[in-house]
């Protein structure tokens, strides 16, 4: 079983509302097949919906939740560039990859011809 499907499972069991996160990060791109599994997921949750008692960001050990993301608008991404997926939203890899792509890492390179 991919480390994918497990923290998916982990994260269903946050019972966030629906409509009110999505997943971001690499996550979206093994959807597509880009990848074959990622280390942890990056879950993005509108600021008015925000649940946890810290500002910004919570972790746990396999899932980071954050309440902004560098150059995006959590609202707009959720609302405007999401996809369902196991009844889950995830941004569109489209989205993903220019962010990878300006973040300059070398570990992202590989997913950088897909745009």
């Known amino acids: 079983m991919k480390k994918f499907d497990v923290f998916i499972e982990l994260l269903k069991k946050y019972n966030l509302?629906?409509?009110?996160?999505?997943?971001?990060?690499s996550a979206p791109l093994v959807i597509?097949?880009?990848?074959?599994?990622?280390?942890?997921?990056?879950?993005?949750?509108?600021p008015s919906e925000w649940p946890f008692q810290t500002k910004n960001s919570y972790q746990?050990?396999?899932?980071?939740?954050?309440?902004?993301?560098?150059?995006?608008?959590?609202d707009d991404l959720i609302d405007n560039h999401s996809f369902e997926y196991d009844g889950?939203?995830?941004?569109?890899?489209k989205k993903v990859i220019e962010y990878k792509k300006s973040m300059g890492r070398e570990k992202d390179?590989?997913?950088?011809d897909y745009l």
Do not use: H, Y
Not at 17 to 25: E, I, L, R
């Open 109 to 112: 390179r590989d997913v950088w």
């Open 60 to 74: 746990t050990e396999d899932i980071e939740f954050f309440d902004n993301w560098p150059g995006f608008d959590i």
């Open 88 to 93: 889950i939203l995830f941004i569109n890899p």
């Open 32 to 46: 597509t097949g880009m990848i074959k599994d990622v280390n942890d997921l990056d879950v993005i949750i509108r």
């Open 17 to 25: 509302p629906n409509n009110s996160f999505a997943v971001f990060g």
